[in-house]
Nanobody
Framework: QVQLVESGGGLVQPGETRLLSCAAS????????VGWFRQSPGKAREAISG????????YYADSVKGRFIVDRDNRDSVAYLQLNSVNVEDTAVYYC???????????????????????WGRGTQVTVGS
């Protein structure tokens, strides 16, 4: 059974750090690119980060660039998203997704394309507030 399970969400103080994890099972994780998305109430889902199988290429939306860090551990089939210097605009449900890596995907221009992702987690809520 294919699963992507996000964890690590919760209430975070402004300016603090939170590490989100995405545990994968039921498919060959080390052949899939991984993306992170988020959705705030009343807004469309937003692609915020992506990472290739090797981890050498990492992509970020402008809204999180310089603050969030994506990584993965293929041995343990886990992807990570570290949220640094969070602010209230980062309040959202955070989702991880995985799509089979090909020669031309993920790339700088296409990593955020939701249609490329085959498997999705159910999300973890991050709320930034005091």
């Amino acid at each position: 059974q294919v699963q992507l399970v996000e964890s690590g969400g919760g209430l975070v103080q402004p300016g603090e750090t939170r590490l989100l994890s995405c545990a994968a099972s039921g498919f060959q994780f080390d052949t899939y690119g991984v993306g992170w998305f988020r959705q705030s109430p009343g807004k469309a889902r937003e692609a915020i980060s992506g990472i290739t199988v090797s981890g050498r290429s990492k992509y970020y939306a402008d809204s999180v660039k310089g603050r969030f860090i994506v990584d993965r551990d293929n041995r343990d089939s886990v992807a990570y998203l570290q949220l640094n210097s969070v602010n209230v605009e980062d309040t959202a449900v955070y989702y991880c997704a995985a799509g089979p890596q090909r020669d031309n995907w993920p790339s700088f221009s296409s990593w955020g394309d939701e249609a490329q992702y085959t498997y999705w987690g159910r999300g973890t809520q991050v709320t930034v507030g005091s």
